[in-house]
Structure formats: structure tokens, C-alpha cells
């Protein structure tokens, strides 16, 4: 393999990154963008964020111990008051 390439490789890959990279920022811009200012996350990204399975996220919405919006098939949380649920479990530690 020449110098040339080498060089085309190098650039192919570099080119590839930065489009893969341009690809996720504009999912999380879309994601992000709510004209209701809330962001919503789904059943996944909130399993995510608490480490828990969609077992015990749905055993959370039984009990009423996690606010839920449900439309078109699709559940919903908003990210502020999965915020909140954590601040409201927090617990300190004893200095």
C-alpha cells in the first residue's frame, strides 16, 4: 500500500467518525426539542437512568409511585419528575 492510500484511508475512516458523530448530535438535538419546554423520556431511557427492569418500572406505575403519561400505545415520563423522585429518595449520609 502507497503513501496515497494510506492517506484516503486514514480520511475514509476520519470522515466516517465525524458523520457517525453528526448523527448522534442531531438525534439528542431532536430528542432535546419540545415546543411544551418538557423532556420526555420513554420506558427504556427511564429503566436507564434508574437501573431497573421494565418489570419494576411497571410495578412503579401500579402503585402510582411514578407519574407516567400514556398516548398512543407509547408511555412517557417526564425527565423532571424523575428528577424529583430521586431528590425525594435521596438519603444523606450521616457525617
Same mark, same amino acid.
Request: charged share 30%; net charge positive.
Given at each position: 500500500?502507497?503513501n496515497?492510500?494510506a492517506?484516503?484511508?486514514?480520511f475514509?475512516? +476520519?470522515?466516517?467518525?465525524?458523520s457517525?458523530i453528526?448523527? !448522534? #448530535? =442531531? !438525534? ?6 419540545n415546543?411544551?419546554? *418538557?423532556? &420526555?423520556?420513554?420506558? *427504556?431511557? #427511564?429503566?436507564?437512568v434508574? /437501573?431497573?427492569? /421494565? =418489570?419494576?418500572? !411497571?410495578?412503579h =406505575?401500579?402503585e @402510582?409511585? +411514578?407519574a &407516567?403519561?400514556?398516548?398512543?400505545? $407509547?408511555?412517557? &415520563? $417526564?425527565?423532571? *419528575? +424523575? !428528577? ?5 429518595? &435521596?438519603?444523606? @449520609? +450521616?457525617?
Amino acid at each position: 500500500m502507497n503513501n496515497q492510500d494510506a492517506t484516503l484511508k486514514m480520511f475514509l475512516s +476520519i470522515n466516517e467518525k465525524i458523520s457517525s458523530i453528526e448523527k !448522534q #448530535v =442531531r !438525534q439528542l438535538s431532536l430528542k432535546e426539542r419540545n415546543p411544551l419546554g *418538557d423532556i &420526555y423520556l420513554d420506558t *427504556d431511557e #427511564v429503566c436507564e437512568v434508574l /437501573k431497573i427492569c /421494565k =418489570r419494576t418500572l !411497571q410495578k412503579h =406505575r401500579d402503585e @402510582a409511585s +411514578i407519574a &407516567y403519561i400514556q398516548f398512543g400505545g $407509547k408511555t412517557l &415520563y $417526564k425527565k423532571t *419528575d +424523575i !428528577q424529583d423522585l430521586l431528590e425525594k429518595h &435521596y438519603q444523606h @449520609a +450521616i457525617s
